[in-house]
């Protein structure tokens, strides 16, 4: 047996229709097996709050050891888990081929579908995942819904978080008030046809996020294709599911899954590759649903024609070349995202970004905290800016470095939407409480949008 691993990791299907997975002796079992081996390892000690809790239980135990540490104690070590999937990625030795097997993420939804099955995850909890339900209501109230969320809106935020269990303080997506691919579908852009990459088709997976929350992300992402020349056409099944991977309703992701990849394979049937915006949604895609219908050909082959945005114009930037236009960002600071990063495929949006001339790139590759739905609820927002810290400050100081009071806002993006909104919290929780000078962009195919003086998106 080796200490540990150097082979890339492996991930085995998830057997959540075997009888054993909800198995609650079973479970137990192997979370026993897990945690004792991390306890002996501890590289994960600076992730997610999982394994400082993990480590803090058993550390004051009676024993020192596993063998004390009641399982009922084992929830608040779940509960912190946002399945960021950075232990099994990047530091954990012992993950497949190695034969201790370990998939830390995937063990903590096998406890989240067990709570599921037992009654434990509320229905509140359950309905804010309900992306598409809470999408189209939200957009049909834009107004309305907008004001009743804004921070600071001493009315209705504290009702919320009475009611719904969401921080009083936490930034919240706004709501369109028209949807994306409507918007998108009545104004299609114009295709570049002198673009070295013309000639080829993609269709974009408009996501929940940018189909209900912020459309100029879809909006940039076609521009910027329809410059490189790329016929971009838009399709939005469902949601990806990762709000239900969450919390462990697995049934409900392969039902999305398996929905989605019948209709986005008769875009590949044509001939057109598929392009996910978000990165968690890529990850869907291209991982996740791959691991819970491993059998479905339409999903095996609609993750083999899937890309994140950012890692589709980084292709065409090595093979056909960007298309002329580029003007200079000035300094730009990325956040590289956790689910980009569990992609596995390099950081895209820097490179991306570096591909325009006269911008300065600052790379900042740590977990922000976030954790999609997870760092906006009460119980988690505080632990959430704690995850964050190191991101914050070293947002800050790229900032500090870089500013000039009578420049244009510098420009602070992540992969993740939701991230660069926790950042921008995070670094105003080290200062004076006063938001930092930035543009309003989200993500990095904004900031190439506005680099070829695409406007308005």
Not at 65 to 94: G, H, N, Q, R, W
Not at 350 to 379: F, N, Y
Not at 404 to 418: I, Q, R, T
């Amino acid at each position: 047996m080796r200490e540990g691993s150097l082979d890339a990791p492996t991930r085995h299907p998830i057997a959540w229709k075997d009888p054993d997975f909800l198995d609650e002796a079973k479970l137990d079992e192997e979370l026993r097996r897990v945690f004792d081996i991390c306890h002996g390892c501890r590289r994960c000690f600076n992730l997610c709050d999982s394994f400082p809790r993990l480590f803090d239980l058993v550390d004051e135990s009676e024993s020192g050891e596993l063998d004390t540490v009641d399982s009922a104690d084992f929830k608040p070590i779940v509960d912190a888990c946002t399945l960021c999937d950075m232990c099994f990625l990047t530091k954990c030795p012992y993950v497949p081929p190695h034969e201790w097997n370990l998939d830390f993420p995937h063990l903590m939804v096998r406890y989240r579908a067990l709570q599921l099955k037992k009654g434990e995850i509320s229905s509140i909890e359950q309905r804010l995942t309900e992306t598409d339900k809470n999408g189209k209501l939200g957009c049909g109230v834009s107004g309305v819904a907008n004001w009743a969320s804004k921070r600071g809106n001493a009315l209705t935020r504290p009702i919320m978080e009475g009611m719904l269990g969401v921080h009083r303080d936490a930034a919240l997506p706004k709501f369109e008030g028209t949807r994306f691919t409507a918007a998108s579908n009545a104004n299609p852009p114009t295709i570049n046809a002198d673009a070295p990459a013309h000639g080829r088709k993609a269709v974009i997976y408009a996501t929940c996020f940018a189909e209900y929350n912020n459309a100029a992300i879809g909006h940039a992402t076609r521009a910027v294709l329809a410059k490189n020349g790329v016929e971009a056409e838009i399709a939005y099944p469902t949601c990806c599911g990762m709000p239900q991977l969450e919390h462990g309703d697995l049934a409900s992701v392969a039902a999305k899954a398996e929905k989605a990849a019948a209709e986005m394979v008769a875009w590949i049937d044509k001939g057109y590759d598929v392009i996910a915006p978000v990165p968690s949604c890529a990850l869907m895609l291209k991982f996740e649903w791959p691991l819970i219908l491993p059998d479905n050909e339409n999903v095996k082959r609609l993750a083999q024609a899937t890309a994140d945005i950012t890692e589709y114009m980084v292709d065409i930037a090595k093979n056909e070349g960007l298309a002329e236009g580029l003007t200079p960002l000035g300094s730009v600071t990325i956040h590289i995202s956790c689910h980009s990063r569990a992609q596995n495929m390099g950081q895209k949006g820097a490179e991306m970004l570096r591909a325009v001339p006269g911008t300065q790139v600052t790379v900042i590759e740590r977990c922000s905290g976030h954790g999609g739905s997870w760092g906006v609820m009460k119980d988690n927002f505080d632990v959430a800016l704690k995850v964050g810290k190191p991101v914050a400050r070293q947002a800050l100081k790229s900032f500090e470095a870089s500013e000039d009071v009578d420049a244009a806002p510098g420009h602070l993006v992540s992969e993740c939407p939701l991230a660069r909104e926790h950042i921008l919290q995070g670094i105003e929780a080290l200062g004076d409480g006063a938001a930092p000078f930035v543009s309003d962009a989200q993500h990095p195919v904004q900031l190439l949008a506005l680099a070829y003086g695409i406007q308005a998106l």
